[in-house]
């Protein structure tokens, strides 16, 4: 099967995978931690984090995330998802310090090119999806964090031998465009092991 089938494939499970996940299902996310506040709520004791560009509740009965938050590192969180505590959430039992992303601008101009960069183990599949909002679709032991109702593929290739994949996105040069955010997520394919989902990013048109 060609990459782009393949990537083809991807999006319609994607879209399909839609069931509720079930209580206690082990994922593996990628992405920084950030403070649960981040979601809106300013007192929300049952969401301490949550998923960096995501309002994923994260927390820990066996793990201190505080430092992991406070590092601004990428990690790899192992957890189950926990519908005990209210909202239900993902319950980390390790976690993993890494260097692969996707590296995505944070804010972004119409008329220009803006550049996102892919970090993997070399020759792996990869592409990369917008949507116009954060979501949860669990799939292969991990899960897409944007919103599948719109979602776009915007990129597909492989990580050349430095593990690396740069691409341009060009932003129409429309003003009507200006406060307007987007979600953006890659997937990698490893030749060995389940496929994954990287970080996720938001990206805000600000002129």
């Known amino acids: 099967m060609s990459l782009r089938s393949t990537c083809i494939a991807f999006t319609l499970a994607l879209l399909g995978a839609l069931a509720p996940l079930s209580a206690q299902q082990t994922l593996t996310l990628r992405g920084e931690l950030d403070e649960g506040r981040s979601t809106g709520c300013y007192y929300c004791p049952n969401v301490p984090y949550t998923i960096k560009f995501s309002e994923t509740p994260v927390r820990s009965s066996v793990i201190d995330l505080a430092p992991y938050q406070l590092s601004s590192q990428q990690l790899i969180l192992t957890g189950t998802w926990d519908t005990s ?90 003003a009507a465009l200006a406060g307007l955010n987007f979600w953006t997520q890659s997937i990698l394919v490893p030749a060995s092991g389940q496929p994954y989902f990287s970080n996720p990013g938001r990206t805000t048109i600000d002129r």
């Open 85 to 174: 505590t209210r909202p239900a959430g993902f319950n980390v039992t390790a976690v993993q310090v890494v260097g692969e992303s996707l590296g995505f601008p944070t804010n972004a101009r119409t008329g220009a090119t803006e550049r996102f960069d892919i970090n993997g183990p070399a020759g792996t599949p990869t592409a990369t999806f917008l949507a116009f909002g954060s979501g949860f679709v669990p799939l292969f032991g991990t899960a897409l964090l944007l919103n599948p109702a719109v979602l776009i593929e915007i990129d597909s290739g492989v990580l050349d031998a430095q593990g690396n994949r740069r691409f341009g996105l060009p932003v129409p040069a429309n």
